[in-house]
């Protein structure tokens, strides 16, 4: 290879390089601006199918079409919260009538543990204040961890406590701005889907051929992608559901179906999940003195944790179309670059990629900078 062929080389990589560069930080800048216009994009994209379909098939005008689908996508969203809501609000409200009876077990289970004599746990201090009688210089080393271990448990208690309040008043405080992003995400779905073919018309002249393939792979492996993610999620709700049933039926609980649906909804939430409901439940059990509950409720939580953690990747694998493997570092490399949201987010981008793949966007960069050109391809 020939020196002017290696610096042509250099600079089209270069070249590729700076533009992947620029329209990272483009879309990085631009996206809180234009966030709600691309989800409504996206909404009106998906909805287009069944926006022509009733255009077509049941003769209904398009504004029609879109408002209708619409409003059956905002009413499924806005009844199924309404329903975990209500529900949440009957069992709390018939927790709160049989709350004072509860906080009378534990006052007396307190009572017999801390104050009582001649209790377990008064002869286990009595042991041990002898035994530190009797080795004086490893009681202070004792005294020193535990001051030590309880010195951190508290802060890190107090933290989490702080934590969740200041969360909680984050959220109260933005709600008006969600509701007004929900709004303009609404609206900007209903004009986009209104002016999707005129849209559509106008833009496919001036895209080139293989840049319009390219886009329409991608977008059909992104419709049947969500709606394979959304088919994985309630498949892992319905089996988080089912598990927690059938081990509350078990135990002989009330309401353990209600129960049930409330976790395996509180299951959708990302920062959520089960823990949130199971592990306090779990702890107040122990402190009550109810121990073989406490601990099957413990148990209950391992199990579903378990299982989820097992099925999860091959399940969205199988319906996003994806590799599991593949799948697995998606999972992981986005939860560890953005958190909890990179759980969704790493499978979106994976299937970006496996689409350009397919397209064969990275053959045609390759070709382009080993050759400065690009095959045409049938």
Not at 168 to 190: C, D, E, M
Not at 199 to 219: E, G, W
Not at 297 to 315: H, M, S
């Amino acid at each position: 290879m020939n020196r002017e062929a290696v610096i042509g080389i250099s600079l089209r990589a270069t070249l590729v390089t700076v533009l992947i560069v620029v329209t990272y930080f483009l879309i990085t800048l631009t996206f809180p601006l234009i966030y709600p216009f691309l989800i409504g994009w996206i909404i009106a994209m998906m909805a287009e199918p069944l926006v022509r379909w009733l255009e077509l098939r049941a003769r209904f005008p398009r504004w029609a079409g879109v408002s209708l689908t619409l409003i059956v996508l905002v009413g499924t969203l806005l009844s199924l919260i309404i329903f975990l809501v209500s529900r949440m609000v009957i069992e709390l409200t018939e927790l709160a009538e049989l709350l004072p009876n509860f906080l009378n077990q534990l006052n007396q289970y307190l009572l017999n543990t801390f104050v009582h004599e001649n209790n377990e746990l008064t002869r286990m201090i009595h042991t041990i204040q002898e035994y530190m009688q009797k080795n004086p210089e490893q009681s202070s080393e004792i005294i020193t961890s535990i001051r030590d271990n309880l010195g951190v448990i508290t802060n890190r208690g107090t933290q989490i406590i702080t934590n969740i309040l200041t969360g909680i008043g984050v959220f109260l405080g933005n709600l008006p701005y969600y509701a007004t992003v929900l709004i303009f995400i609404i609206l900007a779905s209903f004009f986009i889907g209104m002016d999707w073919p005129r849209l559509k018309r106008k833009t496919l002249p001036i895209i080139p051929d293989r840049i319009h393939k390219t886009y329409m792979l991608v977008i059909q492996d992104l419709r049947k992608a969500l709606f394979g993610f959304i088919r994985a999620q309630l498949t892992l709700v319905f089996i988080t559901g089912m598990i927690v049933w059938i081990g509350l039926t078990i135990a002989g609980v009330e309401y353990a179906l209600t129960l049930a649906l409330i976790i395996g909804g509180v299951d959708l939430l990302p920062y959520l999940g089960v823990g949130v409901v199971m592990v306090p439940w779990s702890g107040y059990l122990f402190l009550s003195g109810n121990i073989p509950f406490g601990l099957g409720i413990a148990i209950l939580y391992v199990v579903i944790v378990t299982v989820r953690q097992f099925i999860e990747p091959k399940l969205v694998a199988t319906n996003i179309g994806l590799d599991p493997l593949f799948t697995l570092v998606a999972l992981f490399v986005g939860l560890k670059l953005i958190g909890v949201f990179g759980l969704i987010l790493g499978p979106v981008a994976g299937i970006i990629l496996m689409a350009l793949h397919r397209a064969g966007v990275f053959v045609d960069l390759w070709s382009f900078i080993i050759n400065g050109s690009v095959k045409e391809r049938s």
